[in-house]
């Protein structure tokens, strides 16, 4: 019997829109709790003298999975793309009070998520004091009068070349 040669048409990639569980609760936990954690456990801990200020991160989170099922509730019920930009359109509708909150919620992103990013640089800055103890040497010092009674003072220490190198790198890979 004679074998036909029948093309079958390509099919072109398509991008998935979509997260699988792994990938959605990694998502919530970054945006939720970011490097905040690691960089104040160490000093609750020893602030409190005990493992005892772990129940307030039991409680967190606790309230961060609660956070979580709510934006699976409205991702399961509005779907599509633009997240809390989307979700606060549908919920005061499209025109006035709606506009208004997406408006706030991207203008507040401009601001929040630089801050992110840099408190992350500086988490990890931090932690490489561990694997390199010479980054911990002052460079600079400068002392700020804010009134007569009150000074800040600004240091330069050699994680704060790290922290300012993980931010270009992380500018430069977007």
């Known amino acids: 019997m004679p074998q036909l040669d029948i093309e079958r048409p390509q099919k072109s990639p398509q991008l998935v829109r979509g997260l699988t569980l792994s990938g ?14 690691f960089i104040t456990i160490p000093l609750i801990i020893s602030a409190m003298g005990g493992p005892q200020a772990m129940l307030g991160w039991i409680l967190g ?3 961060a999975m609660s956070d979580g099922l709510v934006w699976a509730e409205l991702g399961a019920a ?21 506009r208004l909150m997406s408006f706030l919620f991207i203008w507040q992103l401009i601001f929040s998520a630089p801050l992110s990013v840099a408190s992350g640089c ?28 009150l ?3 600004l240091n330069v220490y050699g994680f704060t070349f790290v922290a300012i190198a ?8 977007l």
């Open 24 to 37: 959605a609760v990694s998502l919530n936990m970054i945006d939720m709790i970011g490097v905040g954690p």
């Open 61 to 63: 989170a606790l309230i």
């Open 78 to 98: 509005i779907p599509g793309s633009g997240g809390t930009y989307k979700y606060l359109g549908e919920i005061y509708g499209h025109n006035g009070l709606g």
């Open 122 to 149: 500086i988490g990890l800055s931090e932690y490489s004091t561990y694997f390199f103890p010479s980054l911990n040497h002052v460079y600079f010092s400068l002392a700020i009068p804010l009134s007569p009674d």
């Open 151 to 153: 000074h800040a003072t």
């Open 166 to 173: 993980a931010c270009l790198l992380a500018v430069s890979l």
